[in-house]
Every structure is written in C-alpha cells, then in structure tokens.
C-alpha cells in the first residue's frame, strides 16, 4: 500500500504550478485557489490544531498577520481536522486568519505533506509540517520542508516581502 501513496504524492519544486484546491474554512469560509487568482499567498500545513508546536506556529502567523497582509499576501492554515475542531482552535487563540479542513486528505496529499512518519518506533501517516509561499501567478516560489517553528513566520515573512516587491 505504501508504494501506491507515493505514487500519487507529487514532489512540488519551486516554480511549479500550485495544485488546485477548494476547503472549508474556520469562521464559516471557504478557501480555494481559484478565489485567491491573482493574489500571492501563504499556505501552511500543521500537524493538529492545538498541539504545542501548531500552537505556536499558528500564533506566531496570527502576530505577523499585519505585517503578511501589509505585503499584500494571504495566510492559511491547512490540517486534517475538522471545522468544529478549526473553529474552536480560532476562537481560543483568536485566529482571524482562515484554517482549512482538508478532512478527506486531497489537498494534503496533492501538495505531497501527508507522509509516512514515526515516533518511538511506530510508523503512521501524518502531515510534514510545510509551508508553501505562492506567487500572483499561482507558481510556488518558495518551499520550507520539515519546518522547525522557532524563526520560521520571521523566514517566511522576509520571503513574502522579497516576492511583494517583486510582484
């Protein structure tokens, strides 16, 4: 089974075309490449809504948000969970920024994050921590793999600046 899922789990570059996606959203909102033609964005992908490392990362997104918005991009967080789950994790943080569903998996595995993982010797599937930086064309301009929260919004900030004024 294992060979299959990375038969279908592409292996996105900078420059690629973005892949195409529609999701429902924290706050009662869709998200979708389509809505968002024009306009360079930010599109992260996190483990588990309300987890210590998602938390943060989220946060540090939801502090910088003026700053992101001001270079004119978008941000969204993308998980596996549920929109009640979504919606909780919002509120409780005041996330105003949309955290999409991709309950069903395709976004996740389109974008090649849902991948086999392991901890204290037992192997699950589990999304990469990866945050794309999408440009006014829809091309990747930017990839972070595995990320490490600490420093990363900082990194992604500097490169969303750097892709505003090239825009």
Do not use: N
């Not at 909780?88 to 996330?95: H, I, M, N, T, W």
């Not at 996740?108 to 849902?114: C, P, R």
């Amino acid at each position: 089974m294992t060979d299959v899922q990375d038969s279908r789990t592409p292996d996105l570059s900078e420059g690629d075309t973005a892949p195409d996606f529609s999701m429902e959203a924290s706050r009662e909102r869709t998200v979708s490449l389509a809505s968002l033609k024009g306009k360079p964005f930010v599109l992260y992908f996190y483990p588990k809504a309300d987890t210590p490392g998602c938390t943060k990362e989220a946060c540090g997104f939801s502090e910088a948000l003026g700053q992101f918005e001001g270079a004119g991009l978008t941000v969204i967080g993308v998980s596996r969970d549920p929109v009640k789950k979504l919606d909780k994790f919002a509120d409780k943080y005041d996330l105003t920024f949309p955290l999409a569903s991709d309950e069903a998996g395709g976004v996740t595995e389109a974008y090649g994050v849902w991948v086999e993982k392991s901890l204290y010797g037992k192997t699950y599937m589990g999304i990469d921590r990866t945050t794309f930086l999408i440009g006014a064309d829809g091309k990747i301009a930017r990839i972070w793999k595995k990320v490490k929260v600490p420093g990363h919004v900082e990194a992604v900030l500097e490169a969303a600046k750097v892709l505003g004024q090239a825009g």
